[in-house]
């Protein structure tokens, strides 16, 4: 079936970038998303990446999408002490996307 | 405001007694979904639903049972709970039969005794 991997948790200081990983499985997912969540909330979208594309870039969050591979990454440029949260991977491995896939999460943790 | 409600957002229980989660949205969303949230393995699908009167299973749908009986509201219902249902629930909403932007409540944790 499909999985999707994470690694569980990220440190970095305050104004550097952060770089987060995401293995799938599915190659015929047609979006891949990325799903920001802060402590105590729901989860909120933070960016997708359509899976015909290899690069997003959308202010300070840079999506790289690796079809070969089945790698997709998140970089967060200057990263604040707003930007802790756990971020998920998510792909959509069919066409009706009732059943989206989530990795584990990786809780980022940004230090002064 | 575009809202996914879930109620109660904290509960504590004890073995085997009937509760259900009510989840609500007010954004005429036909799809809707829960969620159970666990350290480690992410979000796993319980159950979903394309429309009124149309649910289906997610990953993990034993022990839970779910209705849609109009469009905005879709309860999570536990039977007889267990303490391996002790989890945080989401629910989730979308606006075209699941594909695109999914919309979570702010989480249900529930604890069984």
């Known amino acids: 079936g499909e999985d999707v991997e994470q690694s569980l948790f990220l440190s970095v200081r305050e104004g550097d970038s952060s770089v987060i990983n995401c293995t799938y499985t599915?190659?015929?997912?047609?979006?891949l998303y990325w799903y920001k969540q802060e402590p105590g909330a729901g989860l909120q979208l933070l960016t997708y990446?359509?899976?015909?594309?290899d690069m997003k870039q959308d202010q300070r969050l840079t999506v790289l999408l690796n079809k070969k591979d089945k790698h997709l990454s998140l970089r967060i440029a200057d990263t604040q002490t707003g930007d802790s949260a756990i971020y998920f991977c998510?792909?959509?491995?069919?066409?009706?996307?009732?059943?989206?896939?989530f990795g584990p999460g990786t809780r980022l943790s940004v230090l002064p | 405001e575009a809202q996914v409600t879930q109620n109660p957002r904290y509960l504590i229980t004890v073995t085997g007694k009937k509760l259900t989660v009510t989840c609500s949205q007010n954004?005429?969303?036909?799809?809707m979904s829960w969620y159970r949230q666990d350290p480690g393995l992410g979000l796993r699908q319980i159950y979903y639903?394309?429309?009124?009167?149309?649910?289906d299973k997610g990953d993990v749908p034993e022990g839970y049972k779910v209705s849609r009986k109009e469009k905005r509201n879709f309860p999570l219902i536990l039977e007889s709970p267990s303490p391996n249902q002790t989890s945080l629930y989401f629910c989730?909403?979308?606006?075209?039969?699941?594909?695109?932007?999914?919309?979570f409540g702010e989480g249900s944790r529930l604890t069984v005794l």
């Open positions: 599915d190659s015929s997912s047609t979006y």
């Open positions: 989730a909403t979308s606006r075209r039969g699941g594909a695109g932007e999914l919309f």
């Open positions: 954004m005429n969303h036909e799809y």
């Open positions: 639903s394309m429309n009124v009167e149309v649910t």
């Open positions: 990446i359509f899976s015909n594309m």
């Open positions: 998510a792909e959509e491995p069919d066409n009706y996307g009732q059943n989206f896939v």
